[in-house]
């Protein structure tokens, strides 16, 4: 789904209602996030459908190293033979040296989300491992896209501002599924960092505010996002 000029939606109802966000420049795309299934197969289509090929994809960066968004990652990788970018705190994590940090288990938040907070506990499903070529921080450029460091949700979080196009991607910062909501409850490994992060992103105020989980919000976002922050 076009979101914006050269911007492009691709979402599944597996991992959360999990999205992945694709950007055309000039002859080149980069990715942000790779969905939850395996097989790359929605992403390679949605990239077909705007007559591009994997070969066209030259950056896939990654908003944070939770299952849901890795797992078209190395399968993108080897079609491609994309730069892969993340955080270099998410990096083993990417590569399969180590696990996600868990998060707490105690009850809270929509019961939806109940199996990603499992998953993260026992480290199940794994993502087929990718090594990550080049570490992110605030302020990097990837492709259009200027990096936002939001450590709070896990440590490397990050968000990707394309400013010329008023859409930035804020992983798991927002939701929007099952509801709109100041990311999972219950889901950020460092609420303060978190808090102080959700600010920022408000401070952005973009037109788009494209969400791990659940569709882009397109209307109000900036509003939307204020709201959240100062809630
Ligand atoms: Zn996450
Ligand atoms: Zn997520």
Redesign the pocket.
């Known amino acids: 789904m076009r979101i914006a000029e050269g911007v492009y939606s691709i979402g599944q109802s597996k991992g959360g209602h999990v999205h992945a966000y694709l950007f055309e420049h000039g002859d080149e795309l980069t990715l942000v996030d790779t969905l939850f299934d395996t097989d790359a197969a929605l992403v390679v289509e949605a990239i077909a459908r705007i007559g591009r090929s994997p070969g066209d994809l030259k950056h896939i960066a990654l908003t944070?190293a939770?299952r849901?968004?890795l797992g078209g990652l190395a399968q993108l990788k080897r079609l491609s033979g994309a730069l892969v970018h993340a955080h270099e705190w998410e990096a083993d994590i990417i590569a399969g040296e180590r696990l996600a940090q868990p998060v707490s288990m105690r009850p809270s938040g929509p019961l939806a989300t109940y199996p990603m907070r499992i998953g993260l506990a026992v480290g199940r499903p794994k993502h087929p491992p990718c090594p990550v070529d080049r570490g992110l921080a605030e302020g990097d450029q990837v492709g259009p896209l200027r990096v936002l460091h939001i450590p709070g949700?896990?440590p490397g979080s990050l968000a990707f501002h394309f400013e010329q196009r008023g859409v930035l991607v804020v992983?798991?910062a927002v939701a929007s599924w099952p509801r709109v909501d100041a990311g999972w409850p219950g889901?950020n490994l460092n609420e303060g960092q978190y808090r102080e992060s959700l600010k920022r992103l408000a401070q952005v105020e973009a037109e788009v505010v494209a969400v791990?989980h659940g569709e882009p919000l397109t209307e109000d976002a900036a509003e939307r996002v204020h709201a959240l922050a100062a809630a």
Do not use: A, I
């Open positions: 944070h939770h849901s968004h949700h896990t992983g798991d889901f791990g």
